[in-house]
C-alpha cells in the first residue's frame, strides 16, 4: 500500500513539475509563498478568487486553517453571496470580512454551529469538519471500499471520510491514518477544495482489494484498532463469512454483515471450516451377527444401510467416519474409540430390531448420561432422524426414546442408536429389504438437518 502511495505522489509530483514547464504567467504570481510542489492546484484556485493572500501577498500554506477561512474559501468556491451581515451565530461579527460567506453556507446547509448557537469562527478547522463541509459543499455522495486505520467507530464520521476520500479529495496520510482531529492546514485545504472544484486534479482514491474470508475460531473478538489493545466491539464465530479490506501487520479490518473491525488474520482462512465429521457406526459385524429375522440379517442389514449414508453424506461434503466399512467384530468401547479418535463429532449407530412376530415400528435412542448440552443434543438429533425415518419409510412410529446403550452412553459425542425396525415383523422386514436406500437418505436428511440446527 505505501509503494503505491509513493509511486502516486511521484507520479503527481512530476506532472506537477511538467504542467509547471507549461504555465507562463498568471493571476498568482502576486502570491508569494505558494508551495511549488502545490503550485497548480493553488495558483488555480488563486486565479478564480477563491484563495487570495493577504495584505502583505502571503498565502501563508502551513498556518492553520480557521472556521471563518474555511467558510469563506467554500462560500467563494460555490459563488455564494459573501456580502456581510449579520448571521445565525452569536460569535460571528456581522462586519468581519467572513460573516457573508458563514451565514450563506449556514442557508444553504452546507455548515453549522455547535449547536448552541455559537459557530467557533477563529476555532481551527479539523480533518473531520472538513469531511463534513466537503462532503455538504460538492454533494459527495458515494462511498468505496476506503478504510483507514484510525477509522471512526462512529459510522457518520466513518461515511464522510469515506466520501472524501472515494471522490478523490484526499487519501490520508501515507501510514494509513486520516487523523480526523488533526487541524487542517491552508494548504492542506486548499488542496482539497481546488481537487473538488477541478476533478482534473483529484488524486487515486485508496482502494483496498476486499476478500472473502471465513472465520477459524469458536469465538474471535472484533476490535477498534488493529492489536489487542484495543477494545473488542463484538464477536465472530467458526466459519462467519467476512469480507476482508486493509491490513496493518497481522491485522486486518473486516466487515461481516453489521460487525466492521479489525480482527487478527491468523483465524481467517480462504474456505469455510469442514468441521462436519460424523460417525456411522453399523451394529455388530463378524463373529456378533446381532439379531435376525424374516431372511435378514442384522450385522448386513446395518451394513448395507451404513454404507449408503456414507456415500450419501460424502456427496453433500460432510466428512464420514465408519466404525466398520467389512464384516468384522469391534467392541462397544472400539467403536467409540475410533469415532473420537478420528476426530467425529457426532455418532450414529444403526441396527434392526428384534422381538416377537407382532411388535413394529422405528424408533430412535439417545442417552442423557454424560454432559447436559451432550444430551440435549443427541435428542435433538434423534427426533430429526427418527421424523425423517418414519416419513420415509412408513413404519410406525414408535418414537425417539432414552436409553444407555453402550455406544450412545460412554462417549463424548453427541450420539443416537437407530432401530430402523422389526426384522422379526413381516411387514416391517418387507419395508426394510426394499427400503435400504431410503433409510440411508432419511439417516442422512436427519443428519443434515441436526447440522443445520447446531448452525454448523
Ligand atoms: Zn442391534
Request: charge should be negative; charged fraction near 20%; hydrophobic fraction near 40%.
Amino acid at each position: 500500500m505505501k509503494n503505491k502511495l509513493i509511486a502516486l505522489l511521484l507520479i503527481m509530483f512530476m506532472a506537477t513539475i511538467f504542467i509547471m514547464s507549461e504555465e507562463e504567467t498568471s493571476a498568482a504570481d502576486n502570491v508569494k509563498d505558494v508551495p511549488k510542489q502545490y503550485a497548480t492546484e493553488i495558483n488555480f484556485l488563486i486565479d478564480k478568487g477563491i484563495v487570495v493572500g493577504n495584505e502583505h501577498g502571503e498565502f501563508m500554506p502551513e498556518k492553520n486553517l480557521t472556521r471563518e477561512e474555511a467558510a469563506t474559501m467554500i462560500g467563494r468556491a460555490l459563488g455564494l453571496k459573501g456580502t456581510p451581515r449579520v448571521t445565525a451565530f452569536s460569535d460571528v461579527n456581522p462586519t468581519s470580512f467572513a460573516s457573508g460567506f458563514i451565514q450563506s453556507a449556514y442557508e444553504n446547509e452546507i455548515i453549522q454551529g455547535y449547536g448552541d448557537g455559537t459557530f467557533g469562527p477563529k476555532r481551527n478547522m479539523t480533518r473531520l469538519e472538513m469531511a463534513y463541509l466537503l462532503s455538504q459543499a460538492f454533494d459527495l455522495e458515494e462511498t468505496g471500499n476506503v478504510y483507514y486505520e484510525d477509522m471512526p467507530a462512529n459510522k457518520e464520521h466513518a461515511e464522510v471520510i469515506n466520501q472524501v476520500s472515494t471522490a478523490g479529495i484526499t487519501n490520508g496520510y501515507v501510514d494509513g491514518s486520516f487523523k480526523m482531529n488533526n487541524p487542517i492546514t491552508r494548504v492542506e485545504f486548499s488542496l482539497m477544495v481546488a481537487r473538488a472544484v477541478n476533478t482534473e486534479f483529484r488524486v487515486e482514491a485508496i482502494e483496498f482489494q476486499s476478500e472473502k474470508k471465513f472465520v477459524n475460531a469458536t469465538a474471535l473478538n472484533v476490535r477498534q484498532g488493529p492489536g489487542t489493545n484495543y477494545q473488542s466491539i463484538g464477536l465472530l464465530y467458526m466459519n462467519d463469512e467476512v469480507t476482508t479490506y486493509n491490513k496493518y501487520g497481522n491485522w486486518v479490518y473486516v466487515k461481516s454483515g453489521n460487525i466492521v473491525g479489525y480482527v487478527s488474520q491468523s483465524y481467517l482462512q480462504d474456505k469455510p471450516v469442514n468441521n462436519k465429521i460424523i460417525a456411522i457406526d453399523a451394529g455388530h459385524g463378524g463373529s456378533d451377527p446381532g439379531a435376525s429375522g424374516n431372511g435378514i440379517i442384522e450385522k448386513e442389514l446395518n451394513l448395507d444401510v451404513a454404507k449408503r449414508v456414507q456415500k450419501y453424506l460424502q456427496d453433500e461434503n460432510v466428512e464420514v467416519v465408519m466404525t466398520r466399512t467389512t464384516d468384522t467384530f469391534i467392541s462397544l468401547s472400539g467403536r467409540v474409540d475410533i469415532a473420537v479418535n478420528k476426530g467425529a463429532d457426532t455418532f450414529v449407530s444403526i441396527h434392526g430390531n428384534a422381538a416377537t412376530a407382532s411388535a413394529n415400528g422405528t424408533e430412535t435412542f439417545y442417552s442423557t448420561a454424560a454432559l447436559d448440552q451432550r444430551a440435549l443434543d443427541s435428542k435433538a438429533l434423534a427426533g430429526f432422524i427418527q421424523d425423517r425415518l418414519v416419513a420415509a419409510l412408513g413404519t410406525r412410529d414408535r418414537g425417539v426414546k432414552m436409553d444407555n446403550f453402550h455406544v450412545i452412553a460412554k462417549t463424548p459425542l453427541p450420539s443416537v442408536l437407530v432401530e430402523l425396525g422389526f426384522m422379526t415383523n413381516e411387514l416391517d422386514a418387507a419395508i426394510l429389504k426394499t427400503h435400504k436406500q431410503a433409510s440411508a437418505k432419511a439417516i442422512s436428511l436427519g443428519i443434515l438437518d441436526y447440522y443445520d440446527w447446531k448452525g454448523r
